[in-house]
């Protein structure tokens, strides 16, 4: 039978005519820093089962890394939420597109977020959560831009505060595109395509 040859993969970053990616926080520096992330709640939260709540999409790579460094019992489950006006006039209009599968009533609760930007997402998501009774609500972000917050809120466990950047990358999207690049990094966008993304 004739071997089947492999094709050499070329690193194609994706990106379309218009739009430059820098690196900011490299995938080794993340992996490293989530792994103290995980021992930093282990030891807060040293004997409780841990259910991780992953909001989708942006946190999935987050979630899964983290997961795998916490050590003791972890389940998860998915959100999934979206939000009106982001960015230009924020409503803080939030809807729920997803509900969870499973009740978290008297667990302990990790939400799992990957970044907090004005904080309208995670205030809306902890109102819902508390209304459901569980045991301890936490929130671990990877990334926290703490210029752009509306909402009163405080992240329990923050992996990295970073400046009012647009960022991709590590499961954040621009367009939908950009989520499997390995880094999170910097996207400007040049004279062909928008001069301005808020
Ligand atoms: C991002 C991120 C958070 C939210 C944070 O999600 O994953 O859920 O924005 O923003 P806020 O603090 O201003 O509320 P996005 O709506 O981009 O969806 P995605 O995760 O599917 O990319």
């Not at 070329?10 to 992330?37: D, F, S, Y």
């Not at 899964?64 to 916490?70: F, R």
């Not at 405080?154 to 590590?170: S, T, W």
Request: no cysteine; proline share 5%; charged share 30%.
């Amino acid at each position: 039978m004739p071997k089947k040859r492999k094709r050499a993969v070329k690193e194609k970053p994706g990106h379309r005519p218009g739009e430059a990616v820098h690196v900011l926080i490299p995938n080794a520096r993340l992996k490293q820093r989530i792994k103290q992330m995980a021992r930093e709640i282990r030891r807060d939260l040293p004997d409780d089962p841990l259910h991780l709540i992953g909001v989708l999409k942006g946190s999935v790579f987050f979630l899964s890394d983290l997961a795998q460094q916490l050590g003791g019992e972890v389940s998860f489950d998915f959100i999934a939420v979206s939000s009106y006006g982001k960015g230009t006039d924020s409503t803080g209009e939030v809807k729920l597109i997803k509900d969870l599968d499973v009740s978290i009533e008297g667990r302990t609760v990790l939400i799992v977020e990957d970044i907090l930007d004005t904080g309208l997402t995670l205030k809306y998501l902890l109102l819902l959560f508390e209304e459901r009774h569980p045991k301890h609500l936490r929130i671990a972000v990877l990334l926290d831009k703490i210029e752009r917050r509306i909402a009163d809120l405080k992240a329990d466990y923050v992996g990295f505060v970073i400046p009012n950047e647009f960022v991709v990358g590590y499961g954040l999207d621009y367009d939908e595109r950009y989520r499997n690049l390995p880094d999170v990094s910097v996207l400007r966008l040049g004279p062909r395509g928008k001069t301005k993304i808020e």
